[in-house]
């Protein structure tokens, strides 16, 4: 038995499915330097998963750590404000260009929970429109719609958990992404029940259409809506102000997580001050306000992380960079796949993108639901047997990766285009 096949018949007796609900059980990571990580049996691999999305520097970048390790000698939190927590607050508002003022949360699936929320208690609204196949997080909402195996009529939600209430499937309501005429008809009927429209910019791995985002601006202007960004994973991995930078599109509130915490528990609900002002009692009344606190909210081990990601971010070149990683990867995929006959789309962006074996564009979650699964799972194994290791559905390049680090995995992709015929 292996090291590692010994510990993960440990995790069964104490962990339900033998893991921490995220990833393969069977597979437990020892650590990671830049782009690399080594299994508990001294495997090593090419990561593409960092930590699913987080480590956009890589994992352990020496400053980063030494940022770490000096605040960590001065303590690890406090539960009250800490000063860099406020610098981070400031370098959010600088950055993103719908954050007037910002709160923070530990999770993204926190952030999410309280921007929907908030947009009720700004309107005095009850429901919240959604897109089929988006993910905002694990509260009861954020569980409507995710991943659906039955196929609803639109604009009925339904759970994928067990343990939600049907009281919250019926202030929800679905649409599809991408569709601007459909969702322009539910707007002209229900607008005046929305309390907001919560959306990925950037669906998981599905770009918004032309006019797309511009619609939803629209329409929640025109219908006192207030619009919200689930910006978890596009912020400040599309670019430095994230998906409202690249697509010109600026919400009401959005969220913040990941990569502003620098590979530690950290998260941001983000917005115009007139919104956020719900966070404080003294400015709207107790009853207009919303209560939320967090053990390690704004923790100063986090914020030093942060800062430190951030000041790297902003240097010049590192997004030209970023891309030009994706750019090759996207085209090596397509190169392989296209030669080997298969029908196929690369779908995202090139700094977050996945294949669907499919024919045809990739607009929505039902497009994408068409993808060969099979075919995908293949391919992902035999790029772990050469080293590449990914998430089920998404590549997340980062600025670790070195030349040789790409060679190896446009040859891992040939090979597993080539395995597809086997």
Not at 24 to 34: C, H, L, M, T
Not at 127 to 152: N, T, V, W
Not at 328 to 356: Q, T, Y
Not at 388 to 395: A, D, E, L, T
Request: with cysteine.
């Amino acid at each position: 038995m292996t090291h590692q096949q010994d510990i993960v018949d440990r995790a069964r007796t104490v962990l339900p499915g033998a893991g921490f609900g995220n990833f393969d059980a069977n597979f437990v990571i020892r650590e990671g330097q830049g782009a690399h990580i080594w299994d508990e049996d001294g495997n090593e691999y090419i990561d593409f998963l960092i930590g699913s999305g987080p480590m956009i520097l890589g994992h352990c970048h020496p400053e980063v750590v030494e940022a770490v390790q000096e605040q960590v000698a001065k303590g690890s939190t406090f539960f009250t404000s800490n000063a860099h927590g406020i610098e981070l607050a400031e370098e959010i508002c600088r950055a993103v260009a719908c954050a007037e003022q910002i709160r923070f949360a530990s999770t993204g699936t926190e952030a999410d929970m309280f921007a929907m929320r908030l947009a009720r208690a700004h309107t005095g609204r009850d429901k919240i429109l959604k897109f089929e196949g988006g993910y905002h997080g694990m509260s009861a909402e954020g569980q409507m719609s995710l991943a659906p195996d039955r196929l609803m009529n639109f604009p009925v939600a339904i759970p994928d958990s067990a343990g939600i209430p049907d009281g919250v499937r019926d202030d929800m309501l679905v649409a599809p992404y991408n569709d601007i005429e459909f969702f322009r008809s539910l707007m002209a009927e229900r607008g005046h029940e929305i309390a907001g429209v919560i959306v990925e910019p950037l669906q998981r791995i599905i770009p918004p259409l032309p006019g797309f985002l511009e619609a939803i601006r629209e329409e929640c202007t025109r219908h006192g809506v207030v619009m919200i960004f689930d910006e978890v994973v596009t912020g400040f991995r599309l670019a430095y102000g994230g998906a409202q930078e690249v697509y010109g599109v600026t919400p009401d509130v959005c969220t913040l997580g990941k990569i502003i915490g620098g590979g530690y528990p950290l998260a941001v609900i983000a917005g115009k001050a007139e919104v956020m002002a719900h966070f404080d009692a003294a400015k709207v009344g107790k009853d207009k306000a919303l209560m939320q606190i967090g053990t390690l909210s704004g923790n100063p081990v986090a914020a030093v992380a942060g800062l430190k990601t951030m000041e790297i971010l902003r240097r010049p070149g590192q997004y030209d960079h970023l891309y030009a990683i994706g750019e090759r990867l996207i085209s090596a995929v397509n190169e392989h796949l296209g030669a080997a006959g298969h029908a196929h789309h690369v779908s995202g962006h090139s700094v977050l993108f996945d294949i669907v074996f499919a024919d045809g564009p990739i607009h929505n979650y039902r497009d994408v639901q068409r993808g060969d699964a099979a075919k995908m799972a293949r391919f992902n194994a035999v790029l772990r047997e050469q080293g590449i290791f990914k998430g089920p559905s998404k590549f997340y390049p980062c600025l670790a990766l070195t030349d040789d680090d790409v060679d190896r995995t446009v040859e891992a992709i040939a090979l597993a285009a080539k395995s597809l015929h086997d």
